[in-house]
């Protein structure tokens, strides 16, 4: 009978462990990330530049408890529930570099330091 009492409470501790392992794995990050989202919620205001979940950007222009107005182009107003905000941006998010671009091939070639071959120049016999 020490036998069996042993087992069962080897399969008691392996469950616990079990649980606590989904828990500090799945539930708590999931669970700070809510809060986190909460929060920023809370801080949005009038004139912050916005992310939705859908991809859209645009300006805040007007919010309440549940919904908030976005400008996503000039005079174009959407309602949309706070929950769809995906994130607020920043200045710097806004402000990617954007390499200048090259006016003549030569331009090209040197950045690359491969050759432009244009794609309506006939093939040799080689090259078929």
Do not use: C, W
């Not at 009978?1 to 462990?17: E, H, K, R, T």
């Not at 645009?58 to 107003?77: F, M, P």
């Not at 954007?98 to 030569?106: F, L």
């Amino acid at each position: 009978m020490i036998v069996g009492a042993s087992s069962g409470g080897f399969m008691l501790i392996y469950i616990v462990a079990l649980f606590a392992l989904l828990y500090f794995l799945m539930i708590r990050p999931q669970k700070k990330h809510q809060d986190k989202h909460k929060q920023m919620l809370n801080a949005l205001k009038v004139n912050d530049r916005i992310l939705t979940v859908g991809g859209i950007t645009g300006y805040v222009r007007d919010l309440n408890d549940s919904y908030i107005y976005v400008e996503i182009a000039d005079g174009l107003v959407i309602e949309l529930n706070r929950q769809y905000v995906a994130a607020v941006l920043q200045e710097e998010d806004e402000q990617e570099a954007i390499p200048e671009e090259a006016e003549t091939v030569e331009q090209i070639e040197e950045a690359s330091d491969e050759p432009v071959v244009a794609d309506d120049e006939p093939k040799s016999e080689e090259n078929k």
